[in-house]
């Protein structure tokens, strides 16, 4: 524990990261390169590979439900607006995201956000950086569903826009081969040749799947973070310079974080610490709804009035389309092997679950087209009423996984709503995260070109278009790709957060997490929010004192002025730094 000379408060850690994802992650390995005592705290549980389920019908280990005894790596959240799909674990999303890792199209890049971070020239390094540390590489293996999906685009007049995607995936020379690190000169953990089996988003059980337990928070704890699983952050206040908690402190002498178990009786064991700094990293739902409960609770007063705006679910849909006549699987491959861009607007993928994993086809449905005289619901009923054989088969759960082309469809067009924390019908007792429509186009739970392409899939395979159910009676999109609502300004009018992802009337508390993104990127995040955080670590100096430190990878990657960090001497060595070791392994004590 370290006190503070010019108060009397004593900091259980130089800085404390709420969340272990994309942004969590980086953000833990560079402050503890740069000497920061470091610790994350995690919701979710921690995860070897072989423990996960080998099937999203195991409900007890895939979904995050613990007021249900339900532990897994995937997190459900139906909201007025939207159903988000998310990861829950220390590695966050990456332990259930589909690998994508793209870099955004010149519409985003040059857009008014990503010009005032420096534009192309200066944001770009960081995503190199981000592709180098998450092991991107094109997948090289297509599938029957990547074919069709190229067919359809030849047939759109958008052939030339069928790509493979580039994933974070360990392929190497043979599939279940073992090999040493393939990607930090050694100093990263043994991997596995992916199989193709289709199970990234079940939790990939055979260590092929680049998660961020496998870099960015394997170095961290090489480095000595510490990380603590199964807590979740209950309440974040500015503590003032006799270290008590203070509504009107400016967190200039820190915070006081208090969290309870998720996987305890009663959620205990509950524990307080104090921190210097506070990075959220836990995501727009939970980063927003932490600063929007102690903004209510009359905690952080001084939090910017556009808290909560602005959110984006990425413009998306997802759609399936089914063939049970024909002995055919889809199911093989990695989560998402290829792309299109049927018009200068939408990115469609062909997404897959490992055989057997039909979970998600319990919410698929017939196929219902929006707009017109009647309401999408109306039209849904008809179908039911009328065609009660083909209703009934389009609604079928079984098999979804094998013989389904799953489709997810991503645009870039302007449209958004507010998260907000209120009183739900569903859960009366204590507020919850909900969401609200604003001025401006709403996000769309009917997009005509995502129909069009299922239709035209579906005459060429013989297949059943599906919509999700939740789009149809429920006017609410599915999307896995929450963004905003802690949005990047030139002032706390504009945003919650500065373009050094400083948050606007607080010091030492930072964003970094989806919620900073301003756009619907058209394309899966992870990548971006990767590399925006490691912008945002850049501009963080070392700790007073500290010469920091840089791994021998890194050193090669040539890397070294991005990242703000000293070069290890060729003599040194990783573990042979007292200094280091000193300040990061300390044993913090915590206050309970």
């Known amino acids: 524990m370290e006190q503070n000379k010019r108060t009397n408060v004593h900091y259980d850690y130089d800085y404390v990261i709420v969340g272990s994802g994309f942004g969590g992650s980086v953000s833990a390995m560079r402050l503890s390169q740069k000497g920061y005592s470091v610790a ?11 423990d996960f389920p080998k099937s999203n019908w195991s409900l007890n280990k895939y979904l995050w439900m613990p007021r249900i005894g339900f532990y897994g790596i995937q997190r459900l959240n139906l909201l ?10 220390v590695g966050g999303g990456s332990l259930v995201y589909a690998n994508t890792l793209y870099v955004p199209g010149d519409k985003v890049l040059n857009s008014a956000t990503f010009r005032k971070l420096g534009g192309k020239e200066k944001v770009l390094p960081f995503y190199s950086i981000a592709s180098k540390m998450l092991g991107v590489t094109q997948n090289p293996q297509l599938y029957e569903s990547d074919y069709i999906l190229k067919e359809i685009a030849e047939e759109m ?4 826009t069928f790509r493979p995607t580039p994933v974070g995936v360990y392929f190497g020379e043979k599939p279940g081969k073992l090999s040493k690190d393939p990607y930090f ?20 059980r055979f260590n092929s799947k680049n998660t961020l337990d496998k870099n960015y928070l394997y170095f961290a704890e090489k480095m000595g973070t510490k990380i603590f699983p199964e807590s979740k952050v209950i309440s974040l206040i500015p503590v003032n310079e006799q270290g008590e908690p203070d509504s009107s402190a400016t967190g200039e002498f820190g915070y006081q974080i208090q969290t309870r178990s998720t996987t305890g009786f009663f959620g205990f064991p509950k524990k307080t610490l104090y921190a210097k700094n506070v990075i959220l990293s836990a995501a727009a739902m939970g980063t927003v709804g932490l600063l929007l409960k102690m903004k209510q609770k009359g905690k952080m007063t001084r939090l910017s009035p556009a808290l909560g705006d602005s959110v984006r679910t990425n413009s998306e849909t997802v759609l399936a389309i089914t063939n049970f006549t024909k002995d055919v699987d889809y199911s093989r491959g990695v989560a998402i092997t290829s792309s299109i861009h049927p018009d200068e607007h939408t990115h469609m993928e062909p997404v897959r679950y490992p055989k057997g994993s039909d979970f998600f086809g319990t919410i698929a449905s017939v196929l219902t087209d929006g707009g017109g005289k009647f309401p999408r619901p109306l039209k849904y009923f008809f179908t039911l009423f009328t065609n009660p ?37 569903a859960w009366p007792f204590e507020k919850s995260m909900s969401s609200t429509l604003t001025e401006g186009e709403k996000t769309p739970a009917y997009i005509p070109i995502a129909n069009e392409t299922a239709r035209r899939i579906a005459q060429k395979t013989g297949g059943i278009p599906r919509s999700s159910i939740n789009d149809v009676l429920l006017n609410a999109p599915i999307t896995g790709h929450i963004m905003g609502g802690c949005i990047m300004g030139d002032s706390p009018k504009e945003g919650v957060i500065d373009f050094e992802n400083r948050v606007f009337g607080y010091q030492n508390l930072r964003v970094c997490d989806s919620s900073m993104i301003t756009v619907n990127l058209g394309v899966n995040p992870s990548l971006s929010i990767t590399a925006l955080t490691e912008r945002a670590m850049s501009l963080i100096p070392p700790k007073s004192g500290f010469k920091p430190v840089q791994f021998h990878f890194e050193k090669k990657f040539g890397i070294t002025p991005l990242l703000n960090v000293s070069p290890i001497t060729k003599n040194s060595k990783l573990n042979k730094k007292p200094k280091v070791k000193k300040v990061l392994t300390k044993k913090a004590k915590i206050r309970k």
């Not at 007049?157 to 030339?160: D, I, L, Q, T, V």
């Open 40 to 50: 994350v705290l995690e919701s979710g549980k921690r995860w070897r590979s072989e």
């Open 80 to 89: 007025k607006d939207f159903f988000l799909v998310s990861g829950a674990g």
């Open 157 to 160: 007049g958008r052939g030339e």
């Open 185 to 204: 000169l050694g100093e990263g953990p043994d991997r596995v040749s992916c199989n193709h089996c289709g199970g990234c988003m079940v939790g990939c």
């Open 389 to 425: 054989v083909y209703f009934f088969k389009a609604s079928w759960p079984f098999g979804f996984a094998q013989k389904s082309l799953i489709l997810l469809v991503m645009q870039t067009l302007d449209n958004k709503i507010r998260l907000v924390r209120t009183r739900r019908f």
